[in-house]
């Protein structure tokens, strides 16, 4: 069995990771990587620190508008898949890279494995929604991190090839942050920044809809981080940065600490070492569940629903006052951290079994 897995964006490196480990004696696996994150910060450190296959592929596509990179990483997929000719197209998540292999596979009949599959935040103005759902509609398999995800599958008619594999997100976490932990390099980054564990809240900003706005809406933000009686550290994005330092130039901010993106080893250490988490992404919300870490999501809604319970995460409006008024006077209950709605960490494993027994039952 010959599986193109095709990647793009940061989180779907640490989903790699985990998973093409698992198809390690399944199948012959090659990493299409669209360059959809081509700064080296955000790609170049994630594929050597988490030792994920070197790609086969690299399309280079980079930056550009919704419909021009998604043309453009189409166009390019193609060309890889008719050259390879693979039994499986595999995607993660919700990214243009996403909808860009899969449709590329769908229109030459390749099956596509979507990992992640079922997310919905039923808002259709987020392009990652849009992304979602489309993959999900033209997907031969379906893996499924959630009960939630397949219930949502199974509004919208689908339930061929669905199923409960658990979140491969958290056995990334479960892996790599004992890692980290064990790597003294890894963790020299608190003395480097001068932060001290639970001294500090740990911020990201990068969604469209946060930063559409302009400079008003990053000041309105980081009006809230000013008030907050511990540093508020952002490694920023870099769509976003060039608003930050504007945000912090006129507005004077003394509480806000801006450093450049971190592999994703430090970037656990620094997740499960704050006492807060302040974040637009869909990722840093379970990352931030996973290690017992309260957080508030910058969103008016999210597809990590499960995370809500007993206020480990909680949603705020993007105005300086609800930011504030959550981030201060939240309190998560523990007894709610009973349940296991992301699995037990072997999703990786179910995923690869499951791969191999499908493909073996058609051929």
């Known amino acids: 069995m ?7 964006a940061r989180p779907q490196f640490i989903k790699a990771a985990v998973v093409s480990e698992a198809l390690k004696g399944v199948c012959e696996e090659k990493i299409v990587h669209t360059g959809q994150h081509y700064d080296a910060n955000m790609s170049d450190v994630f594929f050597e620190e988490l030792g994920i296959p070197k790609p086969a ?3 280079g596509v980079g930056s550009g508008t919704h419909g021009h990179q998604t043309g453009e990483m189409l166009m390019k997929i193609e060309d890889v898949l008719l050259a390879e000719k693979p039994d499986v197209l595999l995607v993660y998540g919700d990214t243009n890279s996403t909808i860009a292999g899969a449709l590329a596979a769908s229109k030459l ?4 494995a979507h990992v992640e599959a079922g997310l919905r935040s039923y808002n259709m103005r987020m392009p990652e929604e849009q992304n979602r759902v489309l993959t999900d509609h033209i997907s031969h398999w379906l893996f499924c991190p959630t009960q939630t995800a397949v219930d949502n599958l199974k509004k919208e008619g689908i339930v061929q090839g669905v199923q409960l594999t658990g ?6 976490v479960l892996h790599f942050l004992e890692v980290a932990r064990r790597n003294p390099q890894k963790a020299a980054i608190f003395e480097a920044l001068g932060i001290a564990p639970k001294q500090y809240r740990l911020a990201t900003l990068h969604r469209a809809e946060t930063t559409d706005g302009g400079l008003e809406a990053i000041v309105r933000i980081f009006r809230a981080f000013e008030q907050l009686p ?8 870099p769509r976003t940065r060039k608003l930050a330092e504007q945000a912090i130039a006129q507005e004077g901010f ?3 600490q801006l450093i450049d993106p971190v592999g994703y080893l430090e970037m656990l250490l620094l997740t499960s ?8 992404s869909g990722g840093l919300q379970k990352e931030a569940w996973f ?3 309260p957080c508030i999501t910058l969103r008016k809604e999210t597809e990590w629903v499960e995370t809500l319970d007993g206020n480990w995460n909680v949603l705020a409006d993007l105005t300086t006052e609800d930011i504030l008024q959550k981030a201060l006077h939240t309190v998560p209950d523990p007894a709610a951290r009973g349940k296991l709605p992301f699995g037990d960490g072997k999703a990786s494993q179910k995923i690869a079994e499951a791969l191999k027994r499908e493909t073996e039952r058609v051929s």
């Open 291 to 293: 290690m017992e870490v």
């Open 2 to 8: 010959k599986v193109i897995t095709v990647v793009g």
């Open 273 to 280: 070492n704050a006492c807060q988490v302040l974040t637009d």
């Open 254 to 256: 003394h509480n806000i």
């Open 230 to 237: 511990q540093r508020v550290l952002i490694p920023i994005h």
């Open 109 to 112: 009949h390749i099956p596509v």
């Open 57 to 59: 592929y690299n399309l």
């Open 167 to 172: 979140d491969v997100m958290l056995d990334s």
